[in-house]
């Protein structure tokens, strides 16, 4: 691939040396202070978790004004001492590391200088960049006295080698391990876990299980009610079947060409080109992010409740999203070496990506085209829920008859079920089968 031509002499500029100089050490600052302020945020749900159970239900504890600056500077302060004190989560995650003079460990002392006087210059930050007789990965508060953060592969290479710690026994192991039990305690509280429930509730979900199991077929070839729109198993299964192939043959046609302008090694050669490729991955991710029940709601009232065409179009916008996405990858991962050699020979960019790009591609494409239909099919199941045909017409059916004098809509469902897990195991078998031969 071409690509555009570049001085050979770069004119040093202070401010972009410096921003490049410290931007593992901001990142690493950035994710200390997140952390620290998914700590804070823990703290204030625990607290309303309390004060709701055991205080107050119908007024929440409310966060005072006050209270948010707050907040902001203990998690700013907290993140400081930290990174001052320790070897935090942030650094390791970024590779720097504080050293002190002759690249030893920093004392209790300097580390607690160092923490002063990161507090008295953190306003004073910014000038750092106006100073040009300083090396740009220093900082205000660097100084051989008060440690200098280094890149960690930098060390390795000149200090001299040090018996590592156990992992569980450092302060990035031990704050890592608490931060995953805080996670796991919040989303056991807000899930409303509740193991009991199972045992207690046991002897109704036993006699749906007993229903689901007492499968009737009845209603697979015969349809269940030809005036309603409601006709045989096999017949919904079908229609599932076409609509997710449908789905996934024109999203397919629509993704293969829109996925090298959200490539960047097809489009990052000028202004415009990186344009289209942020704009078009933006599109993919944003299609991607919608859920497709919603966009089966808007088509269903678009089209018609109930029509299949509604959960085809669903599906389709959700499978140009995501194999545009896919595509687009495959395509930024392809060889450089063939396209190079096509470039050498006085090719065209079109012309490098029909014969060094398209031919790397292929199979993996079909590939992905084949994985998608199946997930199509599983898909299509669950569309009818809002209106998108498809097989989930009759699952949904039948479950809102449950409960009817001389009704056995359990088994119904039951029969609905195994017709969806044969075709989608036939499609697994089928598609793994063609996947081994493209490969």
Do not use: C
Request: hydrophobic share 55%.
């Amino acid at each position: 691939m071409r690509t555009p031509k570049k001085s050979k002499f770069v004119r040093p500029h202070p401010v972009r040396d410096q921003l490049q100089a410290i931007r593992p050490r901001f990142l690493a600052f950035m994710l200390d202070w997140a952390t620290w302020g998914f700590v804070a945020y823990a703290v204030m749900f625990f607290l309303q978790e309390y004060w709701w159970r055991y205080i107050d239900f119908y007024n929440p504890l409310k966060l005072p004004p006050w209270g948010w600056p707050l907040a902001i500077f203990g998690t700013l302060e907290m993140a400081l001492i930290t990174r001052s004190f320790f070897h935090t989560p942030g650094m390791a995650a970024f590779g720097v590391v504080l050293v002190g003079e002759n690249l030893e460990v920093p004392s209790l002392g300097q580390r607690l200088m160092r923490f002063l006087r990161m507090n008295a210059m953190l306003v004073a930050q910014p000038i750092v960049f106006l100073l040009r007789n300083r090396p740009p990965e220093r900082l205000l508060h660097d100084s051989p006295t008060t440690g200098i953060v280094v890149p960690g592969a930098v060390l390795k290479d000149i200090a001299p080698a040090r018996k590592p710690r156990p992992w569980l026994l450092t302060y990035r192991g031990i704050f890592i391990i608490g931060l995953l039990g805080v996670t796991v305690w919040i989303a056991w509280l807000t899930s409303t876990m509740a193991p009991r429930m199972l045992v207690e509730r046991w002897p109704y979900a036993a006699r749906i299980w007993g229903e689901l199991v007492d499968v009737r077929f009845e209603y697979l070839l015969e349809p269940v009610n030809p005036r309603g729109l409601l006709f045989s198993i096999a017949y919904h299964m079908i229609e599932t079947i076409f609509l997710a192939l449908f789905a996934t043959a024109l999203g397919t046609l629509i993704a293969f060409p829109l996925s090298f302008l959200a490539a960047r090694n097809i489009m990052g050669f000028s202004t415009w080109g990186w344009g289209i490729y942020l704009a078009m991955r933006f599109v993919f991710n944003a299609i991607r992010s919608i859920e497709s029940l919603l966009i089966a709601v808007i088509f269903a009232i678009w089209v018609g409740f109930g029509n299949p065409f509604a959960g085809s179009l669903a599906l389709l916008i959700h499978t140009v999203a995501a194999l545009g996405k896919l595509f687009s990858e495959q395509v930024e991962s392809v060889d450089p070496g063939p396209l190079e050699a096509i470039a050498a020979s006085g090719a065209r960019r079109w012309q490098i990506v029909i014969f060094g790009v398209i031919p790397q591609i292929i199979p993996s494409y079909l590939a992905f085209t084949l994985y998608r239909w199946d997930i199509n099919i599983r898909m299509a199941t669950i569309i009818a829920l809002v209106g998108g045909g498809g097989i989930g017409t009759l699952l949904f059916y039948w479950k809102n008859e449950v409960g009817r004098p001389g009704e056995n809509a359990w088994g119904q469902v039951g029969a609905v079920v195994i017709a969806i897990i044969v075709v989608v195991w036939l499609m697994d078998y089928i598609s793994g089968r063609i996947r081994e031969k493209i490969g």
